[in-house]
């Protein structure tokens, strides 16, 4: 029980997420803590959960280095006029480390997950700032 797994350097970490079906999981149940947090659930009136699932689910394996191509917009034109702000950000991220321990993610893979997604804070936060800017 005490023993640590060494981490294979040539193991992606879309492949210690779980591939897709391990990134599919942690989707839908990001949606579900969503669903009941009542800090974030107002944002999401107006969204069509399929899409957002679907361009979610396609996200987060390319920030993985799965094999997948984002097709969503850029995280300033989702985001803009949203006045998204620190506290909602830690909602989400507090909700995502749920959705992925829920689905049986280590510690060490969520860690690098969350790495690869603080950078978007800025343009998640001050979105419209960035909208005349590069997108990414
Ligand atoms: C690093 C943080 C975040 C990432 C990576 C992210 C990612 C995404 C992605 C990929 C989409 C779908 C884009 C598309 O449809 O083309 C989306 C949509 C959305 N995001 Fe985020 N998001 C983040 C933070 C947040 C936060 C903090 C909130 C609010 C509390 C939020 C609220 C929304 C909403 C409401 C939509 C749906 C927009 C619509 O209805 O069209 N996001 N996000």
Redesign the pocket.
């Known amino acids: 029980a005490c023993s640590t797994q060494p981490t294979e350097p040539d193991t992606t970490l879309y492949n210690r997420l779980g591939g897709q079906a391990g990134i599919t999981t942690i989707v839908d149940n990001l949606l579900f803590e969503i669903g009941g947090n009542e ?2 659930i107002g ?2 009136a ?3 959960i399929d ?2 699932r679907e ?2 689910i ?3 394996c390319e ?1 993985s280095d799965g094999p997948c191509e ?4 850029s ?1 300033a ?3 803009a006029d ?1 006045d ?1 702000d620190n506290r ?2 830690d ?3 507090t909700d995502l480390i749920t959705a992925m321990t829920e689905a049986g993610v280590p510690t060490g893979a969520q860690n690098d997950l969350l790495a690869r ?2 950078p ?2 800025d343009e ?2 001050h979105a419209e700032e960035h909208l005349n800017g590069d997108e990414r």
Do not use: C, N, P, S
């Open positions: 800090t974030l944002f999401f107006d969204t069509d899409r957002f361009k979610l396609e996200q987060l920030v984002y097709t969503g917009d995280m034109q989702v985001h949203m998204i909602h950000f909602a989400l991220v997604l603080v978007m804070h998640v936060i």
